[in-house]
């Protein structure tokens, strides 16, 4: 039996203001030879197809576009879609019962209902609805558990990690239970524990304290392969042999500039062990950082990387294949002029500038602060403003305060305090 596994898609995205159709576009058609050529017994994707609840409509086009090109092309190819927290859940199951007669199977939400017990009103969980059963060309059996992101209405405990983990293990001894003796195959989209993730300009949503990390370590009775989406960079999950995130199709910042995207051929042999097969995907623009380190270039250096980095612009049209480019300024380098004549020399290249970063120098400002963390939101309401003041005046001007400047802050605090 053989799947491929994809997921964050994020159709619709725009990258700093860039319309990404065409990108995707180029991604679906690579993806479409590959269906061709490799001729899977089954599509997953898990979740993020789109970048927001509302896609346009040339975004939706192209996605079942890709269904019906996919359908024909593969006609015996089970297709399987989850929701994940960027997608409407209603959006992406409205055609559910249309697409189930094509062998696309979508599962935005979890399907719950309300019974009277004795007891009280008990809620109940419609498992059965999220094990899709797939039996490959060679006879091979298995199912496919489609776990759409699990919002907080469907896991209602104190602990959001402990309640998804609690719902993956439960509808896994269903699955058991009712199909005894198949591959198990669980699709989700969460953010696992330990997962890799950009520290810097991270572009998944995490939510900040890691309530919502999964931990998948100790699992006795697990899935014969879990393959997952949120995270966009592909990896193993944490503490698992079994389980791995297949990674965004795209870079979604220039922190995932030296990602490696495209999708898993996961090959499964009758007892339910897997070989995983990494089909690499070159995206059709190449994201571009000048300077690639923190060198403190001269606008001089800087315009003569810019000019060995791009290549020109063929008269003022850009080329199918353009870069995307951020440029790392020192404000202490660059006077405003020099940094519009870089984004200028940018424009004659084939290439788009996203971003300019302004780097600021590194200032030791110990002597103001008397060397103290701030490691709570009560170290920032005790301490005096002054001391955040001066730092602020020493960040933009790079040079300490006088004396009388000092003594005007002092003066209009204490007047603050009276009125």
Same mark, same amino acid.
């Given at each position: 039996?053989?799947?491929? $596994?994809?997921?964050?898609?994020?159709?619709?995205?725009?990258?700093?203001?860039?319309?990404?159709?065409?990108?995707?576009?180029?991604?679906?058609?690579?993806?479409?030879?590959?269906?061709?050529?490799?001729?899977?017994?089954?599509?997953?994707?898990?979740?993020?197809?789109?970048?927001?609840?509302?896609?346009?409509?040339? $975004? &939706?086009?192209?996605?079942?576009?890709?269904l019906t090109d996919a359908t024909h092309?593969?006609?015996?190819? =089970?297709?399987?879609?989850?929701?994940g927290n960027h997608d409407s859940a209603?959006?992406?199951?409205?055609?559910?019962?249309?697409?189930?007669?094509?062998?696309?199977?979508?599962?935005?939400?979890?399907?719950? &209902?309300?019974?009277?017990?004795?007891?009280?009103?008990?809620?109940?969980?419609?498992?059965?609805?999220?094990?899709?059963?797939?039996?490959?060309?060679?006879?091979?059996?298995?199912?496919?558990?489609?776990?759409?992101?699990?919002?907080?209405?469907?896991?209602?405990?104190?602990?959001?990690?402990?309640?998804?983990?609690?719902?993956?293990?439960?509808?896994? %001894?269903?699955?058991?239970? %009712?199909?005894?003796?198949?591959?198990?195959?669980?699709?989700?989209?969460?953010?696992?524990?330990?997962?890799?993730?950009? *520290?810097?300009?991270?572009?998944? =949503?995490?939510?900040?304290?890691? &309530?919502?990390?999964?931990?998948?370590?100790?699992?006795?009775?697990?899935?014969?392969?879990?393959?997952?989406?949120?995270?966009?960079?592909?990896?193993?999950?944490?503490?698992?042999?079994?389980?791995?995130?297949?990674?965004?199709?795209?870079?979604?910042?220039?922190?995932?500039?030296?990602?490696?995207?495209?999708?898993?051929?996961?090959?499964?042999?009758?007892?339910?062990?897997?070989?995983?097969?990494?089909?690499?995907?070159?995206?059709?623009?190449?994201?571009?950082?000048?300077?690639?380190?923190?060198?403190?270039?001269?606008?001089?250096?800087?315009?003569?990387?810019?000019?060995?980095?791009?290549?020109?612009?063929?008269?003022? =049209?850009?080329?199918?294949?353009? *870069?995307?480019?951020?440029?790392?300024?020192?404000?202490?380098?660059?006077?405003?002029?020099?940094? *519009?004549?870089?984004?200028?020399?940018?424009?004659?290249?084939?290439?788009?500038?996203?971003?300019?970063? *302004?780097?600021?120098?590194?200032?030791?400002?110990?002597?103001?602060?008397?060397?103290? =963390?701030?490691?709570?939101?009560?170290?920032?309401?005790?301490?005096?403003?002054?001391?955040?003041?001066?730092?602020?005046?020493?960040?933009?001007?790079?040079?300490?305060?006088?004396?009388?400047?000092? &003594?005007?802050?002092?003066?209009?605090?204490?007047?603050?305090?009276?009125?």
């Amino acid at each position: 039996m053989k799947i491929i $596994a994809t997921s964050d898609w994020h159709l619709g995205n725009l990258f700093h203001g860039n319309d990404r159709l065409k990108e995707h576009e180029h991604f679906l058609k690579w993806l479409l030879d590959q269906i061709k050529s490799q001729q899977p017994d089954a599509l997953l994707v898990a979740g993020d197809v789109f970048d927001n609840g509302n896609p346009s409509a040339a $975004a &939706q086009e192209a996605y079942y576009g890709f269904l019906t090109d996919a359908t024909h092309e593969c006609p015996q190819m =089970k297709i399987i879609i989850t929701a994940g927290n960027h997608d409407s859940a209603n959006r992406l199951e409205a055609p559910r019962t249309l697409l189930s007669r094509n062998h696309i199977e979508v599962r935005g939400s979890v399907r719950q &209902q309300w019974k009277v017990t004795d007891n009280g009103t008990r809620r109940s969980i419609n498992y059965e609805d999220l094990i899709i059963p797939l039996t490959a060309a060679d006879g091979t059996e298995a199912v496919v558990l489609a776990v759409p992101f699990l919002r907080s209405d469907v896991v209602q405990g104190e602990s959001y990690s402990d309640s998804v983990n609690d719902f993956l293990q439960a509808l896994t %001894r269903e699955a058991r239970q %009712r199909y005894p003796g198949r591959i198990v195959i669980m699709m989700a989209h969460m953010y696992a524990k330990g997962a890799d993730i950009a *520290k810097n300009d991270a572009s998944e =949503k995490i939510v900040i304290g890691g &309530q919502e990390e999964v931990s998948m370590k100790g699992w006795e009775d697990h899935p014969d392969y879990l393959t997952c989406g949120h995270i966009h960079k592909r990896q193993h999950i944490w503490g698992t042999t079994w389980a791995r995130y297949t990674g965004s199709v795209l870079p979604m910042s220039f922190a995932e500039k030296d990602y490696h995207h495209g999708v898993d051929m996961v090959t499964f042999s009758k007892d339910g062990t897997s070989q995983v097969e990494f089909l690499e995907y070159i995206p059709q623009h190449q994201l571009v950082i000048l300077p690639e380190d923190d060198a403190e270039l001269t606008p001089k250096k800087l315009k003569k990387l810019i000019d060995e980095s791009l290549d020109a612009r063929t008269g003022d =049209k850009l080329g199918d294949d353009f *870069k995307y480019v951020m440029l790392k300024v020192r404000r202490d380098r660059m006077k405003n002029d020099d940094v *519009k004549m870089l984004e200028n020399e940018v424009a004659t290249r084939d290439a788009v500038l996203c971003k300019t970063q *302004k780097i600021m120098p590194e200032l030791e400002i110990t002597t103001i602060t008397g060397g103290k =963390k701030v490691t709570s939101i009560e170290d920032i309401l005790n301490r005096d403003p002054m001391d955040t003041l001066k730092e602020a005046f020493l960040v933009k001007n790079e040079k300490e305060m006088s004396e009388h400047q000092e &003594q005007m802050l002092r003066n209009l605090l204490e007047n603050i305090k009276h009125e």
